[in-house]
């Protein structure tokens, strides 16, 4: 093996380290907001039965209201059908919410694919991160993702799409450029050759102050 190849080795096997552990902490900290919940739950009860006592029915009911909005917040948000694929992508919705950014989500995908765990949870990884952090250009007002997934006959169709403050950006040598700076752009990389190794198709697009990405994976 090259000293060439090694690098790209290394360099490969610390960029997927990095995203493993990144998304590691996401789930983390979105299965530390759904303990806390559970750790408050005897309070909840005590303070409806302490309503209840009263007999005080509009108090329990706003209270429920209360509790049923706090819930929404920490739920699964999206339930693809394929448990993998809701784990990465409830872990950046929950991301995304954190820092202020609509997310508008609408993934139906069969339990069973034949792209592997590792190759969609890099590229719906490395999609949501590079719209993150664009949204993260704009104000508060304008910041929204928008994601769809859902099988196009036997291939699997994902859709990114987000709004940037650059306006409409261009291309380098047939590529858009990475707008974090030199040395980044791997992530964009990683998903090339993903897409081109399953025999699937890549579209970028940069129109009106918005950037989308859609791609297709067989899946025969």
Same mark, same amino acid.
């Given at each position: 093996?090259?000293?060439?190849? @090694?690098?790209?080795?290394?360099?490969?096997?610390?960029?997927?380290?990095?995203? *493993?552990?990144?998304?590691?902490?996401?789930?983390?900290?979105?299965?530390?907001?759904?303990?806390?919940?559970?750790?408050?739950?005897?309070?909840? *009860?005590g303070?409806?039965?302490?309503?209840?006592?009263? +007999?005080?029915?509009?108090? *329990?009911?706003?209270?429920?209201?209360?509790?049923?909005h706090?819930?929404?917040?920490?739920?699964?948000?999206?339930?693809? +059908?394929?448990?993998?694929?809701?784990?990465?992508?409830?872990?950046?919705?929950?991301?995304?919410?954190?820092?202020?950014?609509?997310?508008?989500?609408?993934?139906?995908?069969?339990?069973?694919?034949?792209?592997?765990? *590792?190759?969609?949870?890099?590229?719906? +990884?490395?999609? $949501?991160?590079?719209?993150?952090?664009?949204?993260?250009?704009?104000?508060?007002?304008?910041?929204?993702?928008?994601?769809?997934?859902?099988?196009?006959?036997?291939?699997?169709?994902?859709?990114f799409?987000?709004?940037?403050?650059?306006?409409?950006?261009?291309?380098?040598? !047939?590529?858009?450029?990475?707008? @974090?700076?030199?040395?980044?752009? $791997? +992530?964009?990389?990683?998903?090339?050759?993903?897409?081109?190794?399953?025999?699937?198709?890549?579209?970028?697009?940069?129109?009106? !102050?918005? $950037?989308?990405?859609?791609?297709?994976?067989?899946?025969?």
């Open positions: 093996m090259s000293f060439f190849s @090694k690098r790209i080795d290394k360099r490969i096997a610390a960029y997927q380290r990095e995203l *493993i552990e990144t998304h590691y902490r996401e789930v983390d900290n979105m299965y530390r907001q759904i303990r806390g919940w559970r750790h408050d739950y005897r309070n909840h *009860i303070v409806m039965k302490a309503y209840a006592a009263s +007999g005080d029915l509009d108090a *329990i009911k706003r209270y429920l209201d209360l509790l049923d706090d819930l929404t917040t920490v739920d699964t948000v999206i339930k693809t +059908g394929n448990p993998m694929t809701d784990a990465i992508l409830n872990s950046k919705i929950s991301l995304a919410k954190s820092k202020h950014i609509n997310v508008i989500a609408d993934a139906h995908i069969p339990v069973m694919l034949k792209s592997s765990e *590792i190759d969609l949870c890099c590229i719906i +990884g490395n999609l $949501f991160d590079n719209a993150i952090e664009a949204s993260m250009k704009l104000p508060e007002e304008k910041r929204v993702i928008r994601v769809y997934m859902d099988m196009k006959g036997t291939q699997l169709y994902i859709s799409t987000n709004l940037t403050a650059e306006g409409k950006l261009k291309k380098e040598n !047939g590529r858009f450029r990475s707008t @974090k700076g030199e040395g980044h752009g $791997f +992530g964009l990389v990683r998903i090339d050759d993903i897409v081109s190794r399953l025999d699937g198709y890549l579209s970028r697009n940069s129109e009106d !102050g918005a $950037f989308t990405t859609e791609i297709l994976l067989p899946q025969v």
